[in-house]
């Protein structure tokens, strides 16, 4: 057994012994859902509860939306043992069809949050939608993985994804495996007069040419960062800091993340 999954159910145990009055939470196939959004989307915690969908859920057991970037994420979660396997029928009708289909007939009932958004966005230029199933081992289904890929290639809008257990803790701890991509960005500025050069002998960058500072919209950041995702592309690497304190810029900062 992966050791990773005991500290999913440390951490469930954790949850369980928390918060014993959240509804189903010492289900442990239900709080793996809530696992789910707190680590890996990092939901605060008192919407959790929320944006879980959870038994007769017609194939989703938990979302998240993003409505400034109009991006929504459709969940499932497999919390099985080792000898488990997800079928490719579950994620051919399931996973793939039965909620976007009735999300896009307008029928889906047991969230009236996501039927509205998903019905507000579903023609805008920039609405994407992002199903993600999770499963707790790593029984491959090379059948799964074909439909997955069909489905995106079908569907422009829409990108699936089986996130197995050594994705899902590659995942949690951040690691993006290198590989080697040709990739296109786009960098939005306000105007012209936000690019910057930048001084590449004062920065010490031996090796870098033409530099510049670019001044983007933080929703350009986001998108890049989504499209190198999806592409499986490793833009950022990890770049650790320290706590700076809250003053100063630091603070101008943190307030305006702050202010809707």
């Known amino acids: 057994m992966n050791h990773f999954l005991d500290q999913i159910k440390e951490d469930i145990k954790i949850y369980q012994n928390e918060y014993p009055l959240i509804s189903n939470i010492h289900t442990d196939a239900w709080a793996f859902n809530y696992w789910v959004l707190d680590k890996l989307f990092f939901e605060d915690e008192e919407l959790i509860e929320g944006k879980i969908v959870d038994y007769h859920d017609l194939g989703i ?3 998240e939306i993003y409505e400034e970037t ?3 994420y459709l969940i499932q979660n497999k919390y099985y043992s080792d000898s488990t396997s ?3 029928e579950y994620v051919k009708n399931d996973f793939l069809i039965r909620a976007i289909t009735s999300l896009e007939n307008g029928t889906y009932k047991k969230s009236d949050e996501l039927q509205s958004f998903f019905t507000k966005y ?7 939608v992002h199903l993600q199933l999770f499963v707790t081992n790593n029984n491959r289904v090379a059948e799964a993985d074909n439909y997955i890929k069909k489905f995106n290639i079908d569907h422009p809008k829409y990108h699936a994804q089986i996130f ?3 994705d899902i803790e590659e995942r949690y701890y951040g690691e993006v495996k290198p590989v080697k991509k040709n990739i296109t960005v786009k960098v939005e500025s306000v105007n012209k007069g936000t690019i910057l050069n930048i001084n590449s002998d004062s920065y010490k960058l031996a090796n870098v040419i ?6 983007t ?3 350009s950041v ?4 989504r499209d190198a995702i999806e592409k499986g592309y490793p833009i950022f690497d990890m770049n650790i800091r320290e706590y700076l304190g809250n003053k100063g810029v630091n603070k101008n900062i943190y307030s305006t993340l702050l202010d809707k």
């Open 61 to 63: 057991d938990a979302y």
């Open 210 to 215: 033409d530099a510049r500072y670019v001044f």
């Open 222 to 225: 986001f998108r890049m960062y």
């Open 70 to 72: 109009k991006d929504v």
């Open 217 to 219: 919209p933080v929703v």
């Open 164 to 166: 197995y257990l050594d």
């Open 86 to 88: 997800i079928t490719a």
């Open 122 to 128: 579903k023609n805008h230029e920039d609405f994407a």
